[in-house]
């Protein structure tokens, strides 16, 4: 499990780099207004994964499910039925790409000269979309065989190449349409590694869509459809704000908020590594009812996310603002810090319940009434986003976005300790208590070295965030986690054992 959740990270680190890299880069060569033409595209694009109406999941799910029992020919019906679904849906995506850049301009503040690029950019990003809808099935069962080290193997070199690339070709001259082009070309690469390695693994899989049943359909979408909805959800909540922005602010402000939330989402991805992991594993553990060992897991996990982001989100917290100044050489430093230190507000809470109560309610099928509430909660967030920013510009999103995450993570936290039958003072010692505590090294050490005044500087940056690092993952490990500590102990004992 840790070595295909570090897989998974491995890949957040690589596309967290590459995006350090480039947008300054790209700021700086196509400007703030074009960049932010193309930050718009990836919104609206962002909603074409909608139309997969919760499949993918579903997908995971299932062809978890029956490689646990042996089954494949109804493996590969699954598989058949998601194909055929992937193929249309990559179709529909298409023609909505198309018919969206015809109208493009009469919904957002795009500049006159970037018009034509924003409605050729859009229609690329769509066929990138409609091909990666076809290839889901592949990864689908990379992902339900946890093959993590080598998708994400995979992914890191192609990022690093579109990297590169990007330098490479990229100007002021249609530089958006070279981005659009670029991440299609990084699509086509990866879509042919994953399938020559399902091809090549696993010979009984058959990606044939004349397998697929009408019975598999129905249970395909009786899945998926709260599936869709929670996406749907947690795209407004969390990947609106550019439209929103554009629409009532301005082009440039979708760049202001865009650093900020870029950095989040990089931050949610970390979590997201853990999520994929866990729920093939919840969905074999529930298929062979072992609702001790889910309980197990679950707790464990929770532990483990909790002591990862509360002090990750505490440096953000301290030093985003110094980062910031460092990375976008002061523009716009003082709105992008100010739309981070709110956002951070809620997603301290939300990613705990993200990382470990979604995977698990979703392993065991208990998303019916989450689905709701973070349904509810995602149109307050847009109302209130729209309100909001009119009145107090991208400081009102922000709120906006922050404080029905906050609700939605406390229902979630006490959901999941109803449908487990574990107390809620339990649920919260774990999620919120114990990570808590192991936020006293870091406070300490803010104090400690803000009276010493250091000069902003990279090499000082990193001293103060590694230092933070190391002292709190040792007061984790010993006052924090007997289990761990013991481990730990074990291990420097064997060392010395061996070295005597």
Same mark, same amino acid.
């Given at each position: 499990m840790l070595r295909n959740i570090i897989a998974n990270w491995s890949f957040i680190f690589v596309s967290a780099i590459s995006v350090y890299a480039l947008y300054p880069f790209y700021i700086d060569v196509l400007g703030a207004e074009q960049y932010g033409v193309w930050l718009l595209i990836s919104s609206i694009i962002g909603y074409f994964s909608l139309i997969q109406m919760g499949v993918p999941l579903a997908n995971v799910r299932f062809v978890s499910k029956y490689y646990a029992k042996g089954d494949f020919d109804k493996l590969n019906e699954v598989?058949?039925?998601?194909?055929?679904? +992937?193929?249309?849906?990559?179709?529909?995506?298409?023609?909505?790409? *198309?018919?969206?850049?015809?109208? *493009?301009?009469?919904?957002?503040? #795009? &500049? @006159?000269?970037? @018009?034509?690029?924003?409605?050729?950019?859009?229609?690329?990003?769509?066929?990138?979309?409609?091909?990666?809808?076809?290839?889901?099935?592949?990864?689908?069962?990379?992902?339900?065989?946890?093959?993590?080290? +080598? #998708?994400?193997?995979?992914?890191?070199?192609?990022?690093?190449?579109?990297?590169?690339?990007?330098?490479? *070709?990229?100007?002021?001259?249609?530089?958006?349409?070279?981005?659009?082009?670029?991440?299609?070309?990084?699509?086509?690469?990866?879509?042919?590694?994953?399938? *020559?390695?399902?091809?090549?693994?696993? &010979?009984?899989?058959?990606?044939?869509?004349?397998?697929?049943?009408?019975?598999? +359909?129905?249970?395909?979408?009786?899945?998926?459809?709260?599936?869709?909805?929670?996406?749907?959800?947690?795209?407004?909540? +969390?990947?609106?704000?550019a439209l929103v922005l554009a629409s009532v602010v301005s082009v440039t402000s979708v760049v202001w908020f865009g650093v900020a939330n870029s950095i989040l989402l990089y931050l949610t991805q970390m979590v997201v590594g853990v999520s994929k992991v866990l729920m093939p594993q919840m969905s074999e553990l529930d298929s062979l009812g072992d609702n001790s060992k889910i309980c197990s897991v679950f707790l464990?996990?929770?532990?483990?996310?909790?002591?990862?982001?509360?002090? #990750?989100?505490?440096?953000?917290?301290?030093?985003?603002?110094?980062?910031?100044?460092?990375?976008?050489?002061?523009?716009?430093? &003082?709105?992008?810090?100010?739309?981070?230190?709110?956002?951070?507000?809620?997603?301290?809470?939300?990613?705990?319940?993200?990382?470990?109560?979604?995977?698990?309610?979703?392993?065991?099928?208990?998303?019916?009434w989450p689905t709701i509430v973070m349904f509810v909660a995602a149109i307050f967030n847009l109302v209130s986003s729209i309100w909001f920013g009119k009145i107090y510009g991208v400081y009102g999103v922000a709120w906006a976005t922050s404080i029905p995450t906050i609700c939605v993570a406390l229902f979630l936290l006490a959901y999941i300790s109803s449908i487990l039958s574990i107390p809620i003072l339990k649920c919260l010692i774990n999620s919120t208590l114990i990570p808590g505590v192991s936020l006293l090294p870091i406070i300490i050490l803010f104090y400690c070295f803000d009276s010493f005044d250091l000069q902003y500087s990279y090499l000082a940056l990193i001293f103060k965030i590694g230092v933070s690092m190391i002292l709190t993952f040792l007061f984790d490990l010993f006052l924090v986690d007997k289990i761990y500590r013991g481990k730990f102990m074990n291990i420097i004992s064997k060392v010395k054992g061996a070295t005597i």
């Open positions: 598989l058949g039925a998601n194909l055929f679904l +992937f193929i249309w849906m990559a179709g529909i995506t298409v023609f909505f790409g *198309l018919a969206i850049s015809l109208f *493009l301009d009469r919904f957002f503040q #795009i &500049p @006159l000269e970037y @018009l034509y690029y924003a409605k050729i950019g859009l229609i690329i990003a769509a066929l990138e979309v409609g091909l990666r809808f076809v290839f889901e099935a592949v990864e689908g069962v990379l992902n339900a065989r946890r093959e993590f080290v +080598f #998708i994400n193997g995979v992914r890191n070199v192609i990022t690093i190449l579109r990297v590169a690339l990007s330098f490479l *070709l990229i100007s002021n001259d249609c530089g958006l349409l070279w981005v659009a082009s670029l991440l299609l070309l990084s699509t086509i690469i990866q879509s042919i590694c994953f399938y *020559l390695c399902v091809s090549r693994k696993y &010979p009984k899989i058959k990606l044939l869509p004349k397998k697929a049943t009408r019975e598999m +359909f129905k249970d395909i979408f009786s899945y998926s459809g709260f599936v869709l909805l929670l996406q749907l959800s947690s795209r407004i909540s +969390f990947q609106t704000d464990t996990s929770t532990r483990m996310v909790g002591l990862l982001v509360f002090p #990750i989100c505490l440096l953000l917290y301290y030093y985003g603002g110094e980062f910031i100044q460092l990375w976008m050489k002061d523009s716009f430093r &003082p709105e992008m810090y100010e739309v981070l230190s709110i956002l951070l507000v809620g997603y301290v809470f939300f990613l705990v319940q993200r990382g470990t109560t979604f995977p698990v309610l979703m392993g065991v099928s208990k998303m019916k």
